[in-house]
């Protein structure tokens, strides 16, 4: 969505249609997050997806495992990866290129 005339109602416009976090998706009838993932992933064409949890966040590590079923579900494979904010970013990259690898060779 790009912003047309008024700028603070293009930034409230946004904040009250974006998806909920799963704090508030979870409470949800309708779990808007997923839906809004898949979208995206079909609309960007995804080939994979590195779905990251901040460690010790319940509501993110509730949703995580129907994250990863719904998008493995739809042909897009995946790795999850928990964040930490002591974590080294080397660990994050060596899993991800190895993600990445993972997914090169199934193209061939």
Known sequence: M???GDML???ADRYVDRPPCPHKDVTSPQ???LDHVLDLASQW???GAVIVQQKFCDPYRYEMPKMEAMLRENGIP???LEAE???P???FRTRVEAFLET???EML
């Open 89 to 91: 970013a080397g660990q």
């Open 85 to 87: 904010f002591t974590m």
């Open 9 to 11: 109602s293009a930034i």
């Open 78 to 80: 995946t790795v999850m």
């Open 45 to 47: 064409r995804v080939q």
């Open 103 to 105: 997914i090169q060779q």
């Open 2 to 4: 790009s912003p047309n």
């Open 31 to 33: 779990h808007l997050r």
